[in-house]
């Protein structure tokens, strides 16, 4: 049963090869999910991307072929309920065979008032970064199953947020991020925790199966969701990174494919935070250092 380490290929064209890889990235249209989709395409891998915009899919689709060397096709679908999540695990069913690689990224935030936090805010929230990573995930079982072995696992990765992580609101206007001043982003940081505690069961759940599940936790990094932050507070942002820059496709695309690679296979449950030192470093900013 053990290797003797001359016995196995430990070059990184044999632990990271991906062009037998077949991915589906929810969410793959624009921002993380289309960092990841990127580097799948780059380095040889069939990937599927799926969102509600046929516009945005095309464009992303298009880019990515023009790249290659892998392939890039397109869903459109709305995972805001099981009924649209289960519609797309049996279209994704019709058009491959075996997937190696489940990467969970829809997801939304809802910034208001704290007093006056609608209802909805909350609905929505769950549904889409919560609950279809649950029902994704079930639904893609069969396929994720497919020639999964211990040595070579199938993968599930999930994305939440470093506000799953952290207790204060980053996201306010005040400290500069994703909605205006005077509000918050209540149920997102939540989410994100019920998101990272879901991969966890999971991950026990499946292990068994071969069916490997981690969470990536990022930090601000560019996209859709942080377009707000980042054009009204860019400097506030930055101030709160001890390395002076946010996150950029390549720290994303790294990991996403270090976490579908041979060399994650033995890894499972883990909770990747992506976001420069912002967080355990305690670093603080010229701002809040000139206070004390």
């Known amino acids: 049963m053990a290797h003797a380490a001359s016995s196995d290929d430990l070059r990184v064209g044999s632990l990271f090869d991906f062009s037998k890889h077949v991915v589906l990235v929810t969410g793959g249209a624009t921002g993380l999910g289309e960092m990841a989709a990127q580097a799948y395409v780059q380095n040889g891998a069939h990937v599927i991307i799926a969102s509600r915009k046929e516009s945005e899919l095309k464009k992303?689709?298009?880019?990515?072929?023009?790249?290659?060397?892998?392939?890039?096709?397109?869903?459109?679908?709305?995972?805001?309920?099981?009924?649209?999540?289960v519609g797309l695990c049996e279209e994704v069913k019709k058009r491959v065979g075996r997937l190696t690689?489940?990467?969970?990224?829809?997801?939304?935030?809802?910034?208001?008032?704290?007093?006056?936090?609608?209802?909805?805010?909350?609905?929505?929230?769950?549904?889409?970064?919560?609950?279809?990573?649950?029902?994704?995930?079930?639904?893609?079982?069969?396929?994720?199953?497919?020639?999964?072995?211990?040595?070579?696992?199938?993968?599930?990765?999930?994305?939440?947020?470093?506000?799953?992580?952290?207790?204060?609101?980053?996201?306010?206007?005040?400290?500069?991020?994703?909605?205006?001043?005077?509000?918050?982003?209540?149920?997102?940081?939540?989410?994100?925790a019920a998101t990272i505690h879901l991969t966890k069961m999971t991950a026990s759940k499946l292990a068994p199966k071969n069916i490997m599940v981690n969470v990536i936790c990022p930090g601000v990094f560019p996209s859709r969701m942080t377009s707000f932050g980042l054009n009204k507070y860019m400097d506030t942002l930055v101030s709160g990174q001890p390395t002076g820059r946010i996150g950029k496709p390549s720290d994303f695309g790294g990991l996403v494919l270090f976490l579908g690679s041979a060399g994650s296979a033995h890894m499972t449950g883990n909770v990747l935070e992506i976001d420069g030192g912002a967080t355990l470093t305690g670093w603080r900013g010229k701002k809040a250092e000139s206070k004390i």
């Open 101 to 192: 690689v489940l990467i969970n990224n829809t997801g939304a935030t809802w910034g208001a008032d704290y007093y006056d936090f609608p209802e909805s805010g909350w609905d929505k929230l769950m549904a889409l970064n919560v609950k279809s990573i649950f029902y994704m995930t079930v639904g893609l079982e069969p396929l994720l199953l497919k020639e999964a072995t211990p040595d070579t696992p199938s993968r599930v990765i999930n994305i939440a947020s470093m506000a799953g992580i952290q207790t204060v609101d980053v996201t306010t206007g005040e400290s500069g991020g994703l909605s205006p001043p005077g509000t918050g982003t209540f149920s997102y940081g939540p989410s994100k």
């Open 60 to 85: 992303t689709t298009e880019r990515l072929n023009a790249l290659g060397p892998g392939m890039c096709e397109y869903m459109v679908a709305d995972l805001a309920d099981k009924k649209g999540c």
